[in-house]
């Protein structure tokens, strides 16, 4: 499961998809305040090139951008915001949420926490390091994650959520340094993002199966909501 979670089967895959889409151009949108180039703005340039990776339409990208950056004459007021707590049997996450009206979103992630445990700031986020988090796929047979890691400056690397990737992880400020790097050793990128790495994960052999579920289905409930960006959970594997 990895310190990021993630739908699994196919509809849930399909039903990703789009919400992808939808939560890249908010990604896109809140990047451009600072430029419309991704050539001087590197962390619109990181989205941009998620977005091309998992052919999100030309259109959608460049609307997002010029909508982002007030050349559309559109006003765009997205804030980041975290919500920390627990999963069912003490599973700890975290829910970052990109929200156009924070007065909408709280109430929702109160009533979504309520088989779980919504806590206050810090509650959770103690136990998970803030990272830099690329995946990144072989460019030929034979690349060695372990090497490349090294050479372009990563902390670690574990196995990616794509068949045959690698997930790299960096310091926070290193991120788009070492995304970079990547492709001179051997590593086409896939996706590069901030995140959260659960320090202490919960091994899932201590939960029951029904436990598991429960968890499962907690956290796909999460993920529905249209203002969460991303859910990182303390469940190892």
């Not at 088989?115 to 830099?132: I, M, N, P, T, Y």
């Not at 320090?199 to 409930?221: G, I, Y």
Request: hydrophobic letters at 45%.
């Amino acid at each position: 499961m990895g310190a990021q979670w993630k739908a699994k089967g196919k509809a849930a895959a399909a039903d990703a998809r789009g919400k992808l889409f939808g939560r890249l151009a908010k990604d896109i949108m809140v990047a451009a305040r600072n430029g419309a180039d991704p050539a001087s703005n590197s962390k619109l340039r990181l989205v941009v090139e998620q977005a091309r990776k998992v052919s999100m339409p030309k259109d959608t990208l460049e609307r997002a951008i010029k909508k982002g950056a007030g050349l559309t004459g559109e006003t765009v007021n997205f804030e980041h915001v975290i919500y920390e707590g627990f999963a069912p049997h003490q599973v700890p996450v975290m829910v970052e949420c990109l929200t156009d009206n924070v007065k909408r979103t709280a109430p929702e992630m109160r009533v979504l926490f309520r088989k779980g445990q919504l806590g206050a700031s810090g509650s959770v986020s103690w136990d998970f390091l803030h990272v830099g988090m690329i995946e990144a796929e072989p460019a030929a047979a034979g690349a060695d994650p372990e090497l490349a890691a090294i050479e372009a400056g990563a902390q670690e690397f574990e196995p990616g959520e794509a068949e045959g990737s690698t997930l790299f992880i960096t310091d926070a400020t290193d991120l788009d340094l070492v995304s970079r790097a990547l492709p001179a050793h051997g590593f086409n990128v896939l996706s590069a993002k901030l995140g959260y790495k659960p320090k202490n994960p919960v091994d899932p052999a201590r939960l029951e199966p029904a436990q598991l579920e429960e968890v499962e289905s907690f956290l796909a409930a999460i993920d529905a909501n249209d203002d969460v960006q991303n859910v990182f959970v303390g469940l190892a594997g």
